[in-house]
């Protein structure tokens, strides 16, 4: 079946830096990506829409120039962290969709903490 | 706009009983909707889905039913194993787009 992978898995970052985090489609080509986030004990909040050779779509109160969303190719998009902060720690997830298959693969999350 | 929520923070179950995971949504325009199960520290994993054209989906030992009168779906795992223990989301696309909003997540737990 359909396969979506993030890397890295966890990543610690000093306040200020930029960490960037991949999503790739492995099975399927992926004209759209999402980007959620999820703090501890809470439920996945849908940051941004990623879409293949277009701007990313940025849901309310998500800033997107924080979050930078780059989606180059149909198997690949990536979210950079810009600046960081310690509040930016959290568990961000990807999920990849062909259109059809309406974004029921989710990549395995990753751990971002920022000391 | 969608609200996808759930009613019980966390279900408590016999190992072997049946459990029943509920999800209230508030757009009578939703026409698709997906439980996910997910577990401490990994991503969502997709469980089964169903079309508002259906009440009702089997799969192995789960079942999901629609109520569409009443805006309520639900999770049925038959014979709970200690694998089972995760927590349950329903989610539905976001308005026309294909982003999912989340209900809240019921942490199932399955006693000895």
């Known amino acids: 079946g359909a396969v979506v992978s993030q890397h890295p898995s966890r990543v610690i970052c000093k306040s200020g830096t930029s960490v960037k985090i991949e999503c790739r489609s492995l099975?399927?080509?992926?004209?759209?990506m999402f980007w959620y986030r999820q703090f501890p004990k809470q439920s996945l909040m849908l940051m941004a829409t990623?879409?293949?050779?277009?701007?990313?779509?940025?849901e309310q109160g998500v800033e997107k120039d924080k979050f930078l969303i780059n989606h180059a190719s149909l198997t690949l998009s990536t979210l950079t962290v810009t600046s960081a902060h310690p509040e930016d720690s959290s568990f961000y997830i990807c999920?990849?969709?062909?259109?059809?298959?309406?974004?029921?693969?989710f990549g395995e999350g990753s751990w971002l903490t920022v000391v | 706009g969608e609200n996808v929520g759930l009613h019980l923070p966390t279900l408590s179950v016999q190992e072997g009983d049946n459990s029943i995971i509920n999800c209230a949504y508030s757009?009578?325009?939703?026409?698709?909707f997906i439980w996910y199960k997910q577990e401490s520290g990994k991503g969502p994993q997709f469980i089964i889905d169903?079309?508002?054209?259906?009440d009702k989906r089997q799969g192995q030992r789960v079942t999901v039913l629609l109520n569409k009168t009443v805006k309520h779906l639900s999770l049925q795992i038959a014979a709970t194993q200690p694998g089972d223990s995760a927590v349950y989301f329903c989610?539905?696309?976001?308005?026309?787009?294909?982003?999912?909003?989340f209900g809240k997540g019921t942490h199932l737990i399955i006693q000895p």
């Open positions: 099975d399927f080509q992926a004209t759209t």
């Open positions: 757009n009578s325009a939703s026409d698709y």
């Open positions: 989610a539905a696309p976001l308005g026309g787009a294909d982003g999912l909003t």
């Open positions: 169903i079309r508002s054209n259906m």
């Open positions: 999920s990849a969709s062909a259109g059809i298959l309406r974004a029921i693969y």
């Open positions: 990623s879409n293949e050779g277009s701007k990313a779509t940025y």
